[in-house]
DNA sequence: GCGTGCTATGTTTACGTAAACATTTTGAGT
DNA sequence: ACTCAAAATGTTTACGTAAACATAGCACGC
């Protein structure tokens, strides 16, 4: 027999309906729908071949309502075209289906006023238990995020003040050891190509950059601001003095080391001979770029269950402080840095 | 005053908790929260006061409950690892949103038998008005797709059967372009580096290559199978061989030409001057490659339209028989081929 | 002054599920 | 056979919303 279904009248089956098919109560088919335990061995085949027998599917919406929960997160995100982003994202959505969680996208294109607030507008049509945002991107302060009340929030890789929850990575140990893996390999300082005003992480690099140089006493040149892309990297390498002058670049993602390399060598610059370049992020790639990429390596994973962690803590008992996890990075040292020429 | 976010008893504010706080029926207070016409302006007022007093949020589950569906597409998806997959669920979740669609992610880990038949099972339990499938990787006969019954369903990048709704990217037509450029340059036959066997995508693009150097009368070379990573066609770039017999390679995507890049210059051969070499793609870095790379384009945001368009046409009337579009595909000729040395 | 028709609001009900409680059946122990 | 507990199943109800229907108020024309 085919599945119909759909039950008189053209709805979708219900229980009511396979339990009138199966002759028995809709608690019954409810029970073999859930626990499956207290139900005898005869009775639950006979309810479950009726199941079959019409196409039954639970009803999410009326689950919803009964249970309170979805089980499901919300991520508000700003872009998919950054490398972290993805790997966050794909990081969270795996943790969260670990834990039993589905995971739904809320996409934001760009960051004015207009757009966050019609985005945090349909959250409150959302079928979703918590959200986490991945800020990146900089809001003006009228934009601060105004969430539904009663909402379970984690922010990701932003400037959050307290009595919120976040997570992030550990940026400016990060930094802290590019600059200092170059200085000690003996170059007399390192250039910096940023990531854009706007994000925090690219902030809190340059920051940590420029703050290490002080510590070890030496003069920070001027950073070269890119926009994250290869191609910005590329543009921003044309724009570092010839010579001896600049002997090591420390590129806040690996996408720009990517354009740097590019731009070095139609400068006639050799990697690592001439110039040591360091990146962020450790992309699958970088250990194929040519040199591989001495690179920072984020652990994205665990970023991602951080975070979910975190949303749990908060979905348990909402009165928690958050812990607000660092995720650890660490040095690759690939091929593209070594001593500078005497 | 503060909201308060949770009605005597602890439970979440209701409608009817905002009703008796303004005075009136749960219906005004519906209908404030829905149209907002046929209320009076002071009635409106004093109810949205009260939401704000009380902290309300509106219940998505009763709401789905009641209107019989949810304004969500889901997403399964086997890795977020691949540009193209992240290219095309960014697109489907951009158009989703755009049709006022929320999109939720299930990734499934590893196509086994087992995880497949887990992941549609949690489907039951979606909050979900229909489903995207993106296979990219081949299953099993025995796993094939167990959905849900009268669950609309698009399966991208798929050998699908009659009967189903699918979208595509038109593999063999940029395979076929790429490899008649090459020819057209002047170039004996192409090498090919593959993609993994259990990808369509790969296998298309395969065959189209071997297609069309049989048209022109070349012998096709043995394809060199890689994993989409750089560093597989890091690896099959070194099993290319040497001197003149090798001219032009044709890689199933960019990443593993950025990867053949590394193994040529390492093996002390120049591009495009020694061999000419074309990706699939059109990755953001791919113009910052070292030469730019030559490469096909697909429209991802195509890709991404057309999907949740067919996903609403079937959301629509479930008999309808899909359209099945073809996603154009495009050469984007840059610097990494020319014709070969005499 | 009295229907007539409209607008604003209230009342009832159903959506599909599952908890809580109620009842029946089963079976083990005497 | 009879008691009693446990297991199996049935009945009632509530979850929060919104459609459908009902009613009250009010302006307007004759």
């Known amino acids: 027999m085919t599945p119909v279904s759909s039950a008189p009248g053209g709805r979708r089956v219900s229980m009511a309906d396979v339990a009138a098919h199966a002759g028995v109560s809709s608690q019954t088919v409810s029970r073999v729908s859930n626990d499956s335990s ?15 027998d019409l196409g039954y599917r639970p009803n999410s919406a009326a689950r919803a309502l009964k ?24 990081a969270i959505a795996q943790a ?36 986490i945002v991945i800020m990146e991107t900089n809001l003006r302060d009228s934009d601060h995020l105004i969430l539904p009340p009663g909402m379970p929030v984690v922010v990701v890789d932003a400037d959050h003040g307290a009595g919120t929850y976040g997570v992030d990575a550990d940026q400016v140990a990060g ?20 990531g854009p005003q706007a994000s925090h992480a690219a902030r809190r690099r340059e920051e940590a950059w420029r703050a290490s140089l002080e510590v070890a006493g030496r003069a920070a040149p001027p950073a ?21 002058e600049c002997t090591a670049v420390f590129c806040a993602n690996d996408q720009m080391a990517l354009g740097l390399y590019r731009a070095l060598r139609q400068t006639g610059r050799r ?26 390596d984020q652990d994205f994973e665990e970023l991602g269950r951080e975070c979910v962690e975190e949303v749990m803590e908060q ?27 005497k």
Request: glycine share 8%; hydrophobic share 40%; net charge positive.
């Open 271 to 296: 990697i690592p001979q001439d110039v040591s370049v360091v990146g962020f992020d450790n992309i699958e790639d970088s250990d194929s770029f040519d040199p591989p990429l001495t690179t920072i």
């Open 96 to 131: 969260a289906a670990g834990a039993g969680y589905a995971t739904t996208l809320l996409p934001v294109r760009v960051p004015t006023q207009r757009s966050v607030h019609r985005a945090f507008g349909r959250l409150e049509e959302l079928a979703v238990d918590a959200v």
């Open 38 to 52: 207290k139900v005898s061995e005869p009775t639950r085949d006979k309810v479950l071949q009726s199941m079959r």
């Open 67 to 90: 249970r309170g929960h979805f089980r499901t997160l919300g991520i508000i995100t700003f872009t998919m075209t950054t490398y972290g982003n993805v790997r966050t994202i794909d």
């Open 315 to 341: 979905l348990r008992d909402p009165t928690m402080p958050s812990r607000r996890p660092v995720v650890r990075t660490r040095l690759v040292v690939r091929d593209s840095t070594a001593a500078p020429a």
């Open 224 to 244: 070269i601001r890119g926009d994250w892309t290869a191609r910005s990297g590329y543009e921003a390498g044309l724009q570092l003095p010839a010579g001896a």
């Open 175 to 194: 930094a802290r050891k590019v600059t200092e893996h170059l200085l000690n390999l003996g170059h007399e300082t390192v250039w910096h190509i940023a």
